[in-house]
């Protein structure tokens, strides 16, 4: 999840477009909860982020035997 950030900021930011710019619909209750959820996962993987950041990658070395 802390991989998708930028995913959930784009599905953010254009279901906030589409749900509160004023547009009417049928289905534009639909989007605002997406809007919601988009933004709800945004903030998640933000603050994974910030708690859990990335760990280098080991490079394990064979041990010698005697």
Same mark, same amino acid.
């Given at each position: 999840?802390?991989?998708?950030?930028?995913? @959930? *900021?784009?599905? =953010?930011?254009?279901?906030?477009?589409?749900?509160?710019?004023? %547009?009417? /619909?049928?289905?534009?209750?639909?989007?605002?909860?997406? @809007? *919601?959820?988009? =933004?709800?996962?945004?903030?998640?993987?933000?603050?994974?982020? %910030?708690? /859990?950041?990335?760990?280098?990658?080991?490079?394990?070395?064979?041990?010698?035997?005697?």
């Amino acid at each position: 999840m802390k991989k998708k950030s930028l995913l @959930f *900021l784009v599905l =953010a930011v254009i279901t906030g477009l589409i749900g509160f710019t004023g %547009l009417s /619909f049928d289905g534009i209750e639909v989007i605002r909860v997406m @809007f *919601l959820i988009f =933004a709800d996962l945004l903030i998640i993987s933000l603050i994974a982020k %910030l708690f /859990f950041p990335e760990k280098p990658k080991v490079k394990y070395q064979p041990v010698k035997g005697n």
